[in-house]
C-alpha cells in the first residue's frame, strides 16, 4: 500500500486514509466524482497535496483489481 494512504481504526473507523489525516479515500473519490477539480479540492483544502490526491486515485485502481470479495464468517 501506497505510504500516503493509512488505516488506522482509530482515524474515521478504519476508513482508509491520506496520511492520517482526517480524509478518507472515498471523500476525495466522491468529491472527483462531483465534477471538482485536483486544482479545486487544493484549493479548498489546502494541507493536501496533489500526491495526495493521486495516492487515493491509485488506492481506488487497486482496489477495484479485486477478483473476489468474501463475506467473513462471523
Known amino acids: ?3 500516503l ?3 488506522d481504526p482509530i482515524i474515521c ?3 482508509p486514509c491520506i496520511r492520517g489525516l482526517r480524509y ?3 471523500n476525495v473519490l466522491e468529491w472527483l ?3 471538482m477539480t485536483i486544482d479545486d479540492i487544493l484549493a479548498d483544502y489546502e494541507d493536501l497535496t496533489r500526491e495526495d490526491i493521486l495516492a487515493a ?3 481506488a ?3 477495484t483489481q479485486t477478483k473476489r470479495i468474501e463475506p467473513l464468517a462471523a
Open 57 to 59: 486515485l491509485s488506492f
Open 5 to 7: 494512504i493509512t488505516i
Open 33 to 35: 466524482a462531483g465534477g
Open 61 to 63: 485502481a487497486r482496489v
Open 24 to 26: 478518507p479515500v472515498e
Open 13 to 15: 473507523h478504519g476508513k
Open 1 to 3: 500500500m501506497n505510504d
